[in-house]
């Protein structure tokens, strides 16, 4: 499983490389990935005529060799490739990928700040938004040890199911635990419109709830072959607030669900959720492209 990690100087890699450890994917293959910025997009377009600019850019160079170096030594004898390029992070990484047939790309995001609940590492940011790998970001403070934890979130639908099984395909070998969990959200207004409509007198929301349970059941199901703990949970709420209220409530280190879309309108319609879960929580999300 080739893994492309953006190695940055802060040293937040570290803990996607911990967690990427962690989930202990078969036959690893490490690309320690850092983007060298151009001096002009640090420092305005006025860098030129103040900087010295090929001292800065070689200085530039030399500290991110330093981090890759960094890198190389948290991975003992595995398979690793190192990789080093003067380019803006997101498309840096996102060619690397491509380029080495990579389908993960895993980044740290930094500390989560509570009291700003949007702020997130740029790069992990820009991935979110744009990457069509698989993407892992990874959280402060992380457990840097043992088998994980973790909640695959979903909805049923079609792109969660290839989710569900990519991650089973994928075959990781370190979750010790995995709760699948469905929101299902319903006012008063809806239910009684639905049943006014139907000409039927039926208990939408206990069919909802039955049907939502056996689908998680199901789901729970497949995941024994990669994970023999798992369990179904079924929650009625606001989906954010109950994902993020689950993760809380139990404990879990990593959140995993399928990402559909890439473009504008598909994250306001489509993948708001996976979105929310990335930039407003607490937890390491695994975000599942297909």
């Known amino acids: 499983m080739r893994t492309v990690i953006g190695v940055d100087v802060e040293g937040t890699y570290v803990h996607a490389l911990q967690l990427c450890k962690r989930l202990c994917l078969p036959n690893p293959e490490w690309i320690l990935a850092h983007a060298v910025p151009p001096v002009s997009s640090l420092a305005g377009g006025f860098a030129s005529m103040v900087?010295?600019?090929?001292?800065?850019?070689?200085?530039?160079?030399?500290?991110g060799e330093q981090a890759l170096e960094d890198a190389k030594n948290l991975l003992s004898d595995e398979r690793i490739t190192e990789v080093i390029g003067q380019s803006m992070p997101i498309p840096y990484l996102t060619r690397i990928a491509e380029d080495k047939h990579a389908p993960l790309i895993a980044v740290g995001s930094g500390q989560y700040d509570e009291s700003l609940p949007w702020k997130l590492g740029s790069v992990a940011r820009a991935l979110s938004y744009s990457s069509q790998q698989s993407l892992l970001i990874a959280k402060e403070p992380a457990i840097s040890t043992g088998p994980l934890y973790a909640i695959f979130a979903t909805d049923h639908s079609d792109y969660a199911k290839a989710?569900?099984?990519?991650?089973?395909?994928?075959?990781?070998q370190g979750l010790m635990r995995i709760d699948v969990l469905?929101?299902?959200?319903?006012?008063?207004?809806?239910?009684n419109?639905?049943?006014?409509?139907?000409?039927?007198?039926?208990?939408?929301?206990?069919?909802?709830?039955?049907?939502?349970?056996?689908?998680?059941?199901?789901?729970?199901?497949?995941?024994?072959a990669i994970c023999p703990d798992t369990n179904a949970l079924v929650r009625k709420g606001p989906v954010n607030e109950c994902i993020r209220d689950e993760m809380a409530s139990t404990g879990a280190e990593l959140l995993i669900m399928g990402a559909q879309g890439h473009g504008f309108y598909e994250r306001l319609f489509i993948g708001s959720v996976s979105l929310y879960q990335t930039l407003a929580t607490p937890h390491s999300v695994l975000l599942i492209r297909r």
């Open 193 to 224: 419109r639905l049943q006014r409509e139907s000409h039927f007198d039926f208990d939408a929301e206990n069919l909802v709830r039955e049907k939502a349970m056996e689908e998680t059941r199901a789901a729970a199901a497949e995941l024994k």
């Open 182 to 191: 469905t929101v299902y959200d319903f006012n008063d207004a809806t239910l």
């Open 51 to 63: 900087l010295p600019i090929a001292e800065v850019s070689a200085n530039l160079r030399q500290s």
């Open 163 to 172: 989710a569900l099984r990519k991650l089973i395909e994928w075959a990781p």
